[in-house]
């Protein structure tokens, strides 16, 4: 065909790459590789880069999902590399079939360097389909105290931006053995309780109304409207106060409220608590309650003598060995 320089392969070693025909055979083989194997790279990096272009948008207007879309142009972007790799590995002369391995290293490969690498992704999978939480959603993992927002999901990790400004990288085998609390997912409310004692000379009625009345008048609480439905149970939207124990040293009651949105709980906890007890501070019919403890003597109780540097001892009761 005209115009079409003829190829011819030449064989260096293990290679075998089609040399063209413009070409010098002073040209060595294994700088006809590397060129080939730059241009291999070069090749699948503009075409990864294309097809994230190509396929995100179209991939993003049919999965409502964030998570599955970055998850599919991974595999995307995973696929293209992978022949790129094996395109590369082609020029070299390296066939995949005739790489050998014994059974007891293939098994050792296998168990030391795969199995936690097919652990994490098949727990990757159950986690996509399971969806726990989503992108952007926060949530709470209660063993470590650590609270924040999910940042990426992939097939082997899950990472989280939390509150403090930092990135915590969790393997997804350890997300599905854990606790994780999720506040954003379906509904952004939470509910908070706080929880107060007075004494029993108090008046219980009007401290149940000035709890109440400080937490509604905090912003970022709920103040009332239609009733709050968790699964069958409905609660008040609205701040509700009850009386829940009576205890030795007073009435405890409960404060329940709703806060709009998680991502202010901290704050909007400090408000209440303060509202709270500059509230029943400031009211003479309310006194908040704290423990006292009395001490009794009675005729068997002895007396204390103390005088000088001589020790103290109590009158009545026999001198310990050793004392003159």
Not at 55 to 63: L, T
Not at 96 to 121: C, D, M, Q, R, Y
Not at 212 to 233: F, N
Request: net charge negative; with cysteine; glycine share 10%.
């Amino acid at each position: 065909m005209s115009g079409v320089a003829p190829l011819r392969v030449v064989l260096s070693g293990d290679s075998a790459l089609p040399r063209p025909d413009f070409v010098p055979d002073q040209v060595p083989a294994w700088l006809l590789e590397g060129v080939a194997a730059l241009l291999v790279v070069g090749v699948v990096w503009l075409g990864a880069r294309l097809a994230m272009r190509l396929f995100s948008r179209r991939i993003m207007q049919y999965v409502t999902r964030p998570s599955l879309g970055r998850v599919a142009l991974g595999i995307i972007r995973a696929g293209i590399y992978v022949l790129g790799l094996l395109t590369i590995l082609r020029i070299y002369g390296l066939d995949l079939g005739s790489i050998a391995l014994s059974v007891t290293v293939f098994s050792a490969v296998v168990g030391v360097i795969l199995a936690p690498i097919v652990g994490s992704l098949i727990s990757g999978v159950f986690l996509l389909a399971d969806q726990p939480y989503e992108i952007g959603d926060m949530v709470e993992l209660p063993d470590r105290e650590i609270r924040g927002f999910v940042d990426d999901i992939t097939l082997r990790y899950t990472k989280l931006s939390t509150l403090d400004n930092t990135f915590l990288v969790v393997p997804n085998g350890e997300m599905r053995s854990r606790d994780v609390v999720n506040y954003s997912a379906d509904d952004t409310r939470t509910r908070l309780v706080l929880r107060m004692l007075v004494t029993y000379e108090s008046d219980i009625g009007r401290a149940r109304q000035l709890m109440e009345e400080s937490a509604r008048t905090t912003d970022g609480v709920i103040t009332g409207g239609p009733g709050i439905r968790i699964g069958r149970a409905r609660y008040p939207a609205g701040p509700d106060c009850l009386i829940e124990t009576f205890d030795d040293s007073g009435v405890q009651l409960r404060l329940r409220y709703w806060v709009e949105e998680p991502y202010r709980l901290e704050k909007v906890r400090s408000l209440v608590q303060t509202r709270v007890w500059d509230a029943l501070d400031d009211d003479d019919t309310v006194d908040i309650a704290y423990p006292h403890s009395h001490l009794v003597f009675d005729d068997t109780s002895g007396e204390l003598q103390l005088g000088g540097n001589e020790p103290s001892q109590r009158s009545g009761s026999a001198p310990r060995a050793g004392d003159e």
